[in-house]
């Protein structure tokens, strides 16, 4: 459902012919991706040899979403 909600709002930002997304679903797509990232997480350090992987994954995502 997170990434749904996130590629409705892609592709209506990229084909609406005007599309401004306010505040409050901006931050709430902020607050979706940490929970998909954290979801992830979880699911991912279960499997042995993959945590550091995810970790500079996470970081590199994370910092970007900071960016907005």
Do not use: H, M
Not at 17 to 37: G, L, M, P
Not at 42 to 66: E, V
């Amino acid at each position: 459902k997170i990434l749904i909600l996130a590629e409705n709002i892609r592709i209506k930002s990229d084909y609406d012919d005007f599309y401004i997304v306010s505040r409050s679903d901006a931050e709430k797509q902020i607050a979706n991706a940490k929970t998909f990232i954290s979801a992830i997480e979880s699911l991912i350090s279960d499997r042995n040899g993959w945590k550091s992987d995810l970790i500079i994954a996470s970081s590199f995502l994370y910092s970007n979403l900071r960016k907005l």
